[in-house]
């Protein structure tokens, strides 16, 4: 069965610095995976997504993350981090065999520091 | 109105009332899905309606019944339902259940506290 892992629960970075958020799939195949963060009181927003091509992929607020078939990881990064950044971030896979079922990862809470 | 929307966004409810939960999505999209957000737990995903249809049940208990009446609209009705019920509830929608590449876009959620 396939299964998403954020080895991080929570962590703290200094405004201005680098973040990279890390997510390990399982899955026999090449997935659909995902990346969204939840605001406080808010739903889910859509950072970037992957399925094909270029494993080096932008998305949107200054966000990429690189898909590494070999790592089963599609860690999420940004270079300089904002404190509008502080929220929770949700890794999530899709298998190429299902119709729509998302599995996402426990999150990881980020907190921006001054 | 864009996107998903969803009302109301707080709910407390005693456990012997019935209330429902509604989400609109005013993007075109043909699959709807509720997902139940707990604290500390990934997001589990309860039921997909495509075209008004219902294609899965995730062995949700039956205190919680879903109504989709059509494409753009699906409810949550929620009667008896026990404190571990209490959550954010999220609604989420897709242009359709083929395409696996389709994000999910979601609504804000509705908080509920069941006292």
């Known amino acids: 069965a396939q299964s998403v892992t954020q080895p991080d629960i929570h962590i703290t970075v200094s405004e201005g610095a680098s973040l990279e958020l890390r997510c390990n799939y399982s899955y026999g195949a090449t997935p659909y995976l995902f990346w969204y963060v939840q605001s406080p009181g808010q739903g889910l927003q859509l950072l970037l997504k992957?399925?094909?091509?270029?494993?080096l992929v932008q998305g949107i607020k200054g966000f990429e993350a690189e898909f590494k078939r070999s790592q089963s990881s599609f860690n999420l990064r940004k270079p300089s981090v904002h404190w509008s950044d502080a929220a929770e971030y949700f890794c999530a896979l899709r298998t190429t065999d299902s119709w729509g079922k998302l599995q996402f990862g426990a999150g990881t809470q980020v907190v921006v520091t001054p | 109105e864009t996107g998903v929307t969803q009302t109301p966004r707080h709910l407390v409810m005693g456990m012997t009332n019935k209330k429902s939960l509604k989400c609109e999505q005013h993007l075109g999209h043909n699959a709807m899905y509720w997902y139940k957000q707990s604290a500390k737990k990934p997001l589990e995903l309860m039921f997909v309606?495509?075209?008004?249809?219902?294609?899965e049940n995730n062995s949700v208990p039956s205190r919680f019944s879903p109504e989709c009446p059509n494409s753009s609209h699906l409810f949550l009705h929620l009667h008896t339902l026990q404190p571990e019920d209490s959550a954010l509830y999220l609604c989420a929608s897709s242009p359709d259940l083929a395409a696996g590449h389709n994000e999910q876009f979601f609504g804000p959620g509705t908080r509920l506290t069941v006292l």
């Open positions: 992957y399925f094909s091509g270029d494993t």
């Open positions: 309606y495509s075209l008004e249809e219902r294609v």
